[in-house]
Structure formats: C-alpha cells, structure tokens
C-alpha cells in the first residue's frame, strides 16, 4: 500500500500565495508521476498540473503561468506552488500519484485539502 499525505492549503485573499506540499510513502518501487488535482463544488475533479520522474510538466490552461509543480525523487514529495490565485481556484485540492510497487503500477490519491481563495 501507498500512502499520501498532503500539507498547505486554507484560506487567502485573491491576488495572494498557497504552497501545497505532498508525501508519498509505503510500497514504493518508483513513481511515475505526481501531481495535482481539484474539484469545486458542483463540478468534475480536473487535473491541475503534474510532473513525471524526467521533469516534463504539464498543466491546465487556467493555471499557466500561475502555478509551478516541482517534486524530489528522492523523497517522493511533490509541491505546487501557487500564485496569484483567483477565486476561480477554490477547490478541494488532491494529491495524485502513479506508484510502481514492483509488482506493476496504480493511481494513488491523497485525502484532499480545501484551498479558499477569497476576500
């Protein structure tokens, strides 16, 4: 099993900064990829941006220029920066990874935190 834990998030005005910060422990042979997804409230989960192990990036067209995603291989974390954020970008926030155990791959996802943007 694999585990993820997410940390960041909470409430900031519109104009302002949120770092959300996700760990990836337990059953791990080698992670794929990591990122970030969200879902508003009334609408579908949507891929935010995510990383895979080489350093490629790709994000959603609502975010670019706004957020960046890095991660650390060698810790199995993953971190979205994310700036100037608009009241568009209120959303529960989660933690995704794709986890080879060794014995073949899986999606994991983390618990979610609430990201309030608003005056």
């Known amino acids: 099993q694999v585990q993820l834990v997410e940390s960041g998030g909470g409430l900031v005005q519109p104009g302002g900064s949120l770092s959300l910060s996700c760990s990836a422990s337990?059953?791990?042979?080698?992670?794929?990829?990591m990122g970030w997804y969200r879902q508003a409230p009334g609408k579908q989960r949507e891929l935010v941006a995510d990383?895979?192990?080489?350093?490629?990036?790709r994000y959603a067209e609502s975010v670019k220029g706004r957020f960046t995603v890095s991660r650390d291989n060698a810790k199995n974390t993953v971190t979205l920066q994310m700036n100037t954020l608009e009241p568009e970008d209120t959303a529960i926030y989660y933690c995704?990874?794709?986890?080879?155990?060794?014995?073949?791959?899986?999606?994991?996802w983390g618990q979610g935190t609430q990201v309030t943007v608003s005056s």
């Open positions: 995704q990874a794709t986890v080879d155990s060794g014995m073949g791959s899986r999606n994991y």
């Open positions: 337990g059953d791990i042979f080698s992670i794929w990829a």
């Open positions: 990383i895979i192990t080489s350093g490629s990036s």
